[in-house]
């Protein structure tokens, strides 16, 4: 019995673990354009707190960003990882998989810009 509820508390764990890391990322919208044509620019802060990570995801279109503190490592699917500092600059093409980990002790924020379908939400989760 004692197994058991050990095992069923692993397990949960492992999923608030699991949920934790996909809603750690946090974005304040700052404008929004509907351009070009079916599309949406939205510019945003997102922020990641230290040690965490938004979570692997995609957007209905392309991604470019500045990061204005922290550090963080960028895993985009079919590129080498980077680790990015406050002051660089990067660029995530439509649709592909990737993630942002917070690096060091320090929250992770960046200055986001999504040009995406209008019709599809800003981002989805990625297995």
């Known amino acids: 019995m004692l197994k058991k509820s050990l095992l069923v508390l692993a397990f949960t764990s492992l999923a608030v673990a699991a949920v934790a890391q ?25 922020e990641v707190p230290a040690g965490g990570a938004a979570g692997r995801h995609t957007h209905p279109g392309i991604e470019t960003g500045y990061v204005l503190e922290g550090e963080l490592n960028l895993l985009v699917e079919g590129q ?4 990015l500092k ?9 649709g592909v998989v990737h993630d942002a980990k917070a690096h ?3 929250v992770m924020k960046v ?10 939400p800003l981002a989805s989760p990625a297995p």
């Open 80 to 83: 080498p990882d980077k680790t």
């Open 22 to 46: 996909q809603t750690g990322i946090k974005r304040t919208p700052l404008q929004k354009a509907e351009f070009p044509d079916g599309y949406n620019t939205i510019t945003a802060i997102a």
């Open 111 to 120: 200055l986001g810009i999504y040009v995406v379908d209008k019709a599809k």
């Open 86 to 94: 406050a002051g660089d600059s990067y660029q995530i093409p439509a």
């Open 104 to 106: 060091g002790d320090k």
